[in-house]
């Protein structure tokens, strides 16, 4: 695998949509090596964890538990009918200290929290460590624990990731990648998004011969505390916790005028449309949907006045509220 490309963080604050639209993986050296979160866990973890654990909410958080034997690999059981771990209800500043307690036995289980909202949970923190660039209403999530590996995944919004605390290793694929990451049922996932079976770590080629090409086309980075990496939209990641505490605050948003509806239910509702159909009508359908959805010729509908376009025309909320309606009716 190559390294992600790197800039420094005045070049990625100074021209950020730019970086964004090229749609590459790209890593931004001490992007946020300015926040007080950072600086205090670079002098001490505990003091961090402490920290953090007095400015949280006592609304409780879900966090996942795998016993030592996994060695923090968040992933199935062997028939992949359910998952190696289990779930936790419990406030955020229970789950500091059970991690806080995991990390004084070698070997450790793992804890290992995720998308956890700061708006919500950690106001304070969000305050005194705030947005490094500027996003188009982003959602911003920690995501905390111990040492941990999670299977590459995707996500739909774009990504800026922040490490606070500790190590994370990134590997990334792009979208094309699919075919060769061998993914694991869509409809049982350890938290919503489909994830690689195979184990970065110790890959079985006998099992996966088509990770190697995979791996070709794949690119990774390692991050300190205060670096930050941007992943694209539907870029699949690997991400690795290093330390006995990794602490990552991340930012995803999604551009445009936020009309549309969630692009995972339109995948979902074609599966259910499309998949029993002949070859013959599927191959029909892919050419109905390259036209109406997928090509990018704006001017493909120019016969027809803007008026007579209908749906046709760009998305504003009259016309996807309008969409909504006839979407409703036909599920029906």
């Known amino acids: 695998m190559q390294s992600i490309k790197e800039v420094d963080q005045q070049e990625f604050q100074s021209a950020t949509s730019s970086f964004v639209d090229r749609a590459q993986p790209i890593v931004i050296r001490g992007l946020v090596d300015h926040w007080p979160a950072v600086k205090t866990a670079q002098r001490s973890s505990s003091e961090f964890l402490t920290q953090l654990s007095a400015d949280a909410s006592p609304d409780p958080v879900t966090a996942f538990i795998l016993e030592a034997e996994h060695r923090g690999r968040v992933f199935y ?6 998952f190696n771990f289990s779930r936790v209800r419990t406030s955020l500043a229970g789950a500091i200290e059970e991690l806080m307690r995991f990390n004084q036995v070698e070997p450790s289980k793992t804890l290992y929290i995720g998308s956890v909202n700061l708006e919500h949970w950690l106001p304070s923190f969000a305050n005194q460590n705030p947005q490094p660039v500027e996003l188009v209403t982003p959602t911003a999530s920690l995501w905390l624990g111990n040492k941990s590996i999670i299977a590459a995944h995707f996500d739909v919004p774009h990504n800026l990731a922040c490490v606070v605390s500790g190590r994370r290793r990134f590997s990334v694929f792009p979208p094309e990648s699919l075919p060769d990451l061998y993914i694991g049922p869509i409809d049982l996932t350890p938290a919503g998004q489909p994830i690689s079976l195979v184990d970065l770590k110790a890959p079985d080629f006998d099992a996966h011969p088509r990770f190697k090409h995979a ?18 939209s539907l870029w699949w990641h690997h991400v690795e916790g290093l330390e006995t505490v990794n602490a990552l605050i991340n930012y995803w948003w999604r551009p445009g005028q936020g009309y549309g509806g969630p692009p995972l239910a339109a995948l979902q509702h074609a599966m259910l449309a499309f998949k029993d159909l002949s070859p013959e009508e599927r191959r029909a359908w892919r050419t109905l949907l390259d036209y109406y959805v997928f090509d990018t010729d704006d001017t493909r509908f120019d016969y027809l006045p803007v008026s007579a376009r209908g749906i046709l025309n760009p998305l504003t909320p009259e016309l996807s509220a309008q969409l909504r309606t006839i979407i409703r009716q036909m599920l029906k």
Do not use: K, M, V
């Not at 059981?77 to 359910?82: E, F, I, L, P, V």
């Not at 791996?215 to 694209?232: C, H, M, V, Y």
């Open 77 to 82: 059981n062997a028939g992949y009918t359910d």
């Open 215 to 232: 791996l070709s086309n794949g690119l990774s980075t390692e991050l300190n505390a205060g670096d930050a990496i941007f992943i694209p």
